[in-house]
Every structure is written in C-alpha cells, then in structure tokens.
C-alpha cells in the first residue's frame, strides 16, 4: 500500500522542491503523491455553471511545471496516477478534511522557508494545515529567489 503525501503547492516550479525532498526521503517505499493548490472561487454564475476543475488546474501549468513534473515522474519512477491534483477552495477546515480522508493522507510535506505565491483569487492553505492536529514535514532547501522557471527547473535537479 502506498504513502499517500499531501504537498501544497501554487504552479511554480520551485514549490516543487517540497515534492523532491518528500520523495527523496520517502524512496524506499511506494509513494502517492497529492499535489494541493488553494484558490477561491469566482463569484461569477457563469464561471460556476461551467466549473471544471481539470481547466483551473490545466490553465495553471506553465511548460516548465509540467516538465518538472515529468521529470520527477521519470526520476523517481513514479506513474501518472502517482500524482494528483486537487483543489481546494474553502479557507476551512472542513473541505481539507475531506481531502485529506478522501486521499488517505498519511503523510503533509510543506516548504519551511519558500513562501507559496498567491496570485489572483490563489490562497495559502498552510496556516489552515498548520491549525489541524496534524504532524507537518518541514522541507528546507536553498531559495534563489532571483533565478527565472527554467533556472530553478535546472536547479531543482541539481
């Protein structure tokens, strides 16, 4: 039976740093690994008729993501279902919850040092992890801050 790990994440590639060292440190056993992203919804009736959660999350992967992801993928030997995004849109504890039991989280990696970016409508879910009774992996890495997508793709393999 796999670990599932729980990773929240905002569409950077640096925020896929949390996800290498969860993998590193978690390479001995099968892993499962759930990719979290945090924004609220639009208000507009519009948008919510038409709601599709695999748009948002499409709409939200630049190039150099999705190769990172691959990458990762191919390094670890993980298959696609290995991976899975979900999203949560409640700043509340309860929809977490259900994500978390839903998934089977047995594990939450979060980065100690990078702060995720909130762009838009995007939230930070980790004070609402950090209020659960949960235990949190901190994951610490070395942060240039100044490098561009495809610089901290070539640094997150370094």
Same mark, same amino acid.
């Given at each position: 039976? @796999?670990?599932?790990?729980?990773? @929240? ?19 001995? &056993? @099968? ?22 959660? &695999? ?45 978390? &039991? ?8 979060? @980065? ?17 992890? &950090? ?28």
């Amino acid at each position: 039976m @796999p670990k599932n790990i729980l990773i @929240p994440i905002d569409f950077c590639v640096t925020s896929l740093n949390t996800v290498k060292i969860a993998l590193e440190e978690n390479k001995d &056993q @099968p892993v499962r690994i759930v990719l979290l992203y945090a924004e609220f919804l639009n208000d507009s009736i519009t948008d919510l008729l038409f709601y599709s959660p &695999q748009k948002i999350i499409k709409s939200k992967q630049s190039p150099e993501f999705k190769e990172a992801l691959e990458i990762l993928r191919n390094r670890y030997g993980l298959k696609p279902s290995d991976f899975i995004i979900e999203l949560l849109h409640h700043n509340n504890s309860s929809q977490l919850n259900f994500i978390l &039991q839903s998934n089977n989280i047995t594990a939450v990696y979060i @980065p100690s040092e990078y702060k995720l970016k909130t762009l838009k409508h995007a939230f930070n879910p980790i004070p609402l992890l &950090q209020s659960l009774n949960i235990y949190l992996h901190k994951a610490s890495w070395n942060l240039n801050t100044n490098s561009n997508e495809q610089e901290q793709l070539t640094s997150l393999f370094n």
